[in-house]
């Protein structure tokens, strides 16, 4: 990597910030796209957020990621953001156009088109059950409204999160039926029939827990999908592999929304599949590079 006095500065905030893999995933995508530009981590501490933000304006820096505890509470700092990301009420990308700061979010899009690249799988007319109500949920429910589903249940631990979640996006989509329930097997069961795709938006998995959902009650054709990257094949993706059904990993989301991230700050289509060999060759990966 040659550094120079041309060379344009990307990075990421967050706290911590040690364990991200967008370093490794955009350096490789700089690398192959020729392009004069560094991709650096930031840890950034809560109080210290908006001299951070500050700083993208003062040292030029041309746009940054925005990770884990900032995505909602960076949101004042920033001159503006897109329609979608307020809805969301999160962002995960920073552009910085001239000094004026723009937030996007690209988490929602970036799982659509992973369900579309990896599998064809379009949520058109379907029944899709989310679990979760925290930011990941949220992107993704918006952008998969978008699509035009036929139902769509958000599940989640604590069910006035759901509940709100529904409330606010039932009237941006009047045409898409949402329903939010606690996450409780003995109910969901009863809403599994049906059901198109499933997919684990908690951070459940990462620690190796199961969700405890009895997956035998949905239908054969079902996609069980996993945000979760780390691992890679959560013990939901195992039950459901070993039961027959197609499934589908976190790891596409991750390079889909840094893909999006780095369209933005640069207007060039990233090289998805190198981004995604740097990702899995630094997570703990039991497929074949
Ligand atoms: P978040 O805003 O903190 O939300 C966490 C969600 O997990 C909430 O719905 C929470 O329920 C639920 N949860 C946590 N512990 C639980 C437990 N023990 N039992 C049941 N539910 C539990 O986090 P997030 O940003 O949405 O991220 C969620 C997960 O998605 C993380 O594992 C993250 O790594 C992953 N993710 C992946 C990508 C990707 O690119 N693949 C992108 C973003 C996030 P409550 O509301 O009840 O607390």
Redesign the pocket.
């Given at each position: 990597m040659k550094i120079s006095g041309k060379t344009k500065i990307l990075g990421i905030f967050g706290y911590p910030i040690e364990h991200t893999l967008s370093p490794q995933m955009h350096n490789a995508a700089i690398e192959v796209l020729g392009l004069d530009m560094v991709y650096l981590p930031f840890e950034v501490r809560p109080e210290g957020l908006g001299i951070a933000v500050e700083a993208i304006r003062s040292l030029g820096i041309l746009g940054v990621n925005v990770?884990?505890?900032h995505?909602s509470a960076i949101i004042p700092y920033l001159d503006r953001i897109s329609e979608e990301a307020r809805v969301i009420g999160?962002i995960?990308t920073i552009v910085n156009r001239g000094g004026e700061l723009i937030g996007y979010n690209t988490?929602g899009e970036?799982?659509v088109r992973?369900l579309k690249r990896e599998l064809d799988f379009d949520v058109k007319g379907k029944k899709v059950l989310i679990?979760?109500?925290?930011?990941?949920?949220?992107?993704i429910l918006v952008s998969i409204a978008r699509e035009g589903p036929k139902d769509v249940i958000v599940a989640?631990?604590?069910?006035t999160?759901?509940s709100t979640l529904v409330r606010e996006l039932k009237g941006l989509f009047p045409d898409v039926g949402m329903t939010a329930l606690g996450?409780i097997p003995e109910i969901l069961k009863v809403h599994l029939g049906g059901t198109a795709l499933l997919i684990?938006?908690?951070?459940?998995?990462?620690r190796g827990?199961g969700?405890g959902l009895p997956l035998d009650a949905l239908p054969g054709d079902t996609v069980v999908s996993d945000?979760?990257?780390?691992p890679l094949i959560t013990p939901l993706l195992e039950e459901a592999s070993a039961l027959g059904f197609i499934t589908h990993?976190?790891?596409?989301?991750?390079?889909?929304?840094?893909a999006l991230s780095l369209k933005l700050w640069t207007g060039l289509d990233a090289p998805i599949e190198i981004m995604r060999e740097v990702v899995l060759k630094y997570l703990d990966n039991p497929y074949p590079i």
């Amino acid at each position: 990597m040659k550094i120079s006095g041309k060379t344009k500065i990307l990075g990421i905030f967050g706290y911590p910030i040690e364990h991200t893999l967008s370093p490794q995933m955009h350096n490789a995508a700089i690398e192959v796209l020729g392009l004069d530009m560094v991709y650096l981590p930031f840890e950034v501490r809560p109080e210290g957020l908006g001299i951070a933000v500050e700083a993208i304006r003062s040292l030029g820096i041309l746009g940054v990621n925005v990770t884990i505890p900032h995505k909602s509470a960076i949101i004042p700092y920033l001159d503006r953001i897109s329609e979608e990301a307020r809805v969301i009420g999160a962002i995960n990308t920073i552009v910085n156009r001239g000094g004026e700061l723009i937030g996007y979010n690209t988490d929602g899009e970036g799982y659509v088109r992973s369900l579309k690249r990896e599998l064809d799988f379009d949520v058109k007319g379907k029944k899709v059950l989310i679990l979760g109500a925290g930011g990941a949920a949220r992107g993704i429910l918006v952008s998969i409204a978008r699509e035009g589903p036929k139902d769509v249940i958000v599940a989640n631990r604590t069910i006035t999160k759901a509940s709100t979640l529904v409330r606010e996006l039932k009237g941006l989509f009047p045409d898409v039926g949402m329903t939010a329930l606690g996450l409780i097997p003995e109910i969901l069961k009863v809403h599994l029939g049906g059901t198109a795709l499933l997919i684990n938006a908690t951070s459940l998995g990462m620690r190796g827990e199961g969700i405890g959902l009895p997956l035998d009650a949905l239908p054969g054709d079902t996609v069980v999908s996993d945000i979760v990257y780390k691992p890679l094949i959560t013990p939901l993706l195992e039950e459901a592999s070993a039961l027959g059904f197609i499934t589908h990993n976190g790891l596409g989301m991750l390079v889909e929304q840094g893909a999006l991230s780095l369209k933005l700050w640069t207007g060039l289509d990233a090289p998805i599949e190198i981004m995604r060999e740097v990702v899995l060759k630094y997570l703990d990966n039991p497929y074949p590079i």
